[in-house]
């Protein structure tokens, strides 16, 4: 993996070492699968691939942060303190996106907005930001039934990619009594209610 542009002082190679450093060999297969995706996506719909391939390369970076450095963060930097109410499912792209400004030295506002973004999706959602998080789920190592259904959309129509996504998690959550981030709810009824 070699990026031309890294929107950081580091290099390519030194943004892949930190990146691999901090997860473990199947998350970072996975961190490869949504960097090649986003950048089929970006193709798709006129956005630059290479960016679309160094965000969707690094938008899970702090995903196994500890729980403990998280809400250390989290209090430190004030971040909103009902993020608390919830885990590293959530903290992962909200507050990864503090790890991510802070040691692979990324300040690019667009592509720390698609971190954000990656997990919950928002109300407000830019290209990039459908890109990562599209491509979050459809990536070639992911496997769930409904997938060959959500790739199909997601290549078609991109915004339709979004609303299909937000509706499978949304059914997953309530289907597991799992509780709702106020934005995943937002985005919902943003994207994927059909009237
Ligand atoms: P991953 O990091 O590649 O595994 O994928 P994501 O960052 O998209 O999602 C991580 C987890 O967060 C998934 O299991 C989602 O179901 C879960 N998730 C997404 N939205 C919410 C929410 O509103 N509440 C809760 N509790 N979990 C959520
Ligand atoms: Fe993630
Ligand atoms: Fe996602
Ligand atoms: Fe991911």
């Known amino acids: 993996i070699n990026f031309v542009k890294t929107y950081s002082p ?11 450093s901090n997860m473990d060999e199947k998350r970072f297969k996975h961190c490869i699968g949504v960097s090649e995706t986003s950048r089929k996506l970006a193709e798709l719909n006129n956005y630059d691939p290479d ?17 403990a450095r998280f ?28 790890f991510i400004e802070k040691e692979l030295k990324i300040t690019d506002p667009e592509i720390l907005t698609a971190i954000k973004r990656h997990t919950t999706a928002d109300v407000e959602m830019t290209t990039l930001d459908k890109i990562v998080f599209v491509a979050d789920f459809i990536e070639p190592g992911r496997d769930f039934p409904g997938v060959e259904e959500a790739r199909k959309v997601a290549f078609a129509n991109l915004d339709d990619g979004v609303g299909f996504e937000l509706a499978h998690t949304l059914d997953f ?16 009824n943003k994207w994927a209610v059909k009237d």
């Open 71 to 98: 809400i250390e963060v989290i209090k430190e930097q004030h971040f909103d303190p009902d993020l608390l109410n919830y885990n590293r499912a959530i903290w992962h792209g909200i507050v990864g996106s503090y």
């Open 51 to 67: 960016k679309a391939a160094l965000a969707g390369f690094i938008h899970d970076y702090a995903k196994q942060v500890s729980p």
């Open 10 to 20: 580091l290099t390519s190679d030194e943004i892949v070492a930190k990146e691999k």
């Open 173 to 188: 959550l309530i289907t597991n009594r799992k509780k709702i981030y106020p934005k995943t709810f937002a985005a919902y």
